[in-house]
Structures are given as C-alpha cells and as structure tokens.
C-alpha cells in the first residue's frame, strides 16, 4: 500500500499558500515533485486554487481540482481571525469526509494543547489521532526571523532606527521560516506518522535589544530597542491596521516573552531535517537592503 503522502497517488493541499510559510512549503513541494495545491483568497500562483474560510462553498475547491490522485495530506494554517477553531475543526472534518489521512498544524509556541483558538485544534487533531482516525503532526513554531520584513519593523528601522516592543529583557529562539518550512515539508511527506507536536525554534536565545545589536553591525549605523508598556504597543499595533482584539493577544504575547515564557531552545530542526537552523544574523546579512537608507 502506498504511504498517506506517496508522490505517486497523492496531492498535497496547502492552506495559506501565499503566507510566509505556504509559499515556501508550495515551493519545496514543487521542486520535489510532489503534486501540491497552495489555497488562498485569489488562487494566484502555478499550484493556486480559490480558497476562503468565510466562503464554505469554495471548501470543494481543492478536491474539484487536484492534479494527480486524491488529497491525502493537508497543511492548516488558521484564518486571521481570533475566533478560529471551529470553523478550522469544521474543515478538519469536511476533508476527512473527502479521503484526507494527514493533518499538519501550524500552531504557536506560545499555544499549548487546549489552549484558545489553534490549541482547540490541536486537541482535537490529537483526539481523532488517539482514535486512529488520522494522522497527524502540529509545528509550533516560536516567532519567525521574517516578522522583521513586515512593515511595522521595516518602516521604524528605517525612518527611526529603532525597534518597539513590550518585552524588556525576554529571550526568544527566533526562527527562520525556511527551516520551519523544511521541518513541514518532512512531516508532510514521511512514510510513517509523527503523530505528536514539535517546538520548532531557532539555535539561539536573543532579545529585541540583541536583535537591535546585531542589525547595529550589519547596517553599520545604530538601531535601538525601545521598551513599551503593553497598552503602547498594543495602540502601535492598531496604528498598523491591526484590530483592537487582535492588538491585545499580541501584547499579551509580549508579556509572556518578558517573563520567560519562550526562553528555550532545541535541536528539533536539525532532528527532523538534518541541517542546522539558521541565525539571526545569516537573515540579516542576507536581507540588509530591506533596512538600508535611501
């Protein structure tokens, strides 16, 4: 029998095919020469297809246009909204009913088991796996290396030289989303379940004063950290567009980053993937002209 992700009968379904991470799992895929569909809003791309999480009838999608063998496996990214389990379990459900085995989560490293919007989700992934129902993996990948090419970062760095958060001293593992992608584009495809989650972090502890530091070396003029009170940056946060809801979790997210909550690291990447996961300053050194003055 073949395996749940065998190129020879099976298309890969990627939700968020455009995002950080779906564009480059889309990529990978590709390049290997495993059949893959990359699901988003405009179904842009050689492997696009129309996919909306408010739009059920666009859920068939997929199925309707995979194109060698059936959906087996499916990448799920959460819709950008706080409220997001059950329609994401919804899913779960609705691709079961179509053939589909594997089930790869992309949670948080900040979002247990049980935990609120992603946390759900991977309960009940869990839940179905104990059953023998599915198999399945969650990542829970800590905060990505690329956040630094968002606007917000981008705009501050350049026209202020400063970076803004609300972590004082907290440490984070930051990650590239390259390896992120490496360790998905392994579970996704092995021959045997994972069945369990991973912690995918980066090789080494730095702070936003750290990350000011080093992006100081590359850029050769001085970028600094400023340290908010939550509430201020929340109230950046929404500057940027964000919504107020929104804008809380994230500074409750930087709350927990100040008291240590992601002060770890692992050797999870270089596990699953055999490569070693890539530094902070490789990503600056190789993106210095996203920061660079005019």
């Known amino acids: 029998m073949a395996s749940a992700t065998s190129k020879e009968d099976t298309t890969i379904l990627v939700l968020g095919g455009t995002g950080t991470v779906g564009s480059r799992i889309v990529d990978r895929l590709a390049a290997q020469g495993h059949p893959v569909l990359g699901a988003s809003r405009k179904g ?3 492997h696009g297809v129309v996919f909306k999480w408010e739009d059920r009838a666009t859920w068939d999608n997929p199925f309707q246009q995979q194109q060698s063998g059936e959906i087996r496996a499916v990448y ?3 819709p950008p909204v706080l409220d997001s389990a059950a329609v994401m379990m919804e899913f779960v459900d609705f691709a079961r009913a179509r053939g589909v085995r594997r089930f790869v989560l992309q949670s948080s490293s900040a979002i247990e088991s049980g935990g609120p919007a992603m946390g759900m989700v991977h309960a009940y992934l869990r839940e179905l796996g104990q059953q023998g129902e599915v198999d399945w993996a969650v990542l829970r990948p800590t905060w990505f290396q690329q956040n630094f090419q968002q606007l917000r970062h981008v705009q501050t760095i350049k026209e202020e030289s400063k970076i803004y ?9 930051w990650v590239s989303a390259d390896d992120i992608t490496a360790v998905a584009v392994q579970v996704l495809t092995s021959a045997r379940p994972h069945n369990t989650e991973y912690l995918v972090l980066g090789p080494e502890l730095l702070s936003y004063r750290d990350i000011a530091e080093t992006l100081s070396d590359v850029l050769g003029r001085r970028i600094v950290h400023i340290d908010l009170t939550s509430d201020d940056m929340e109230r950046i946060h929404q500057a940027f567009g964000m919504p107020e809801d929104y804008s809380r979790m994230m500074g ?4 927990a980053i100040k008291q240590g ?4 690291t692992n050797d ?4 699953l ?6 530094r902070f300053r490789d990503f600056a050194e190789s993106n210095r002209a996203i920061w660079a003055l005019s």
Do not use: M
């Open 268 to 271: 999870v990447v270089e596990l």
């Open 44 to 46: 842009t791309g050689d």
């Open 261 to 264: 909550q992601e002060n770890r």
């Open 165 to 173: 958060s609300a972590t004082s001293d907290g440490k984070i593992p």
């Open 252 to 255: 409750s997210l930087d709350t």
């Open 76 to 78: 799920l990214v959460a």
């Open 273 to 278: 993937t055999g490569a070693k996961p890539a």
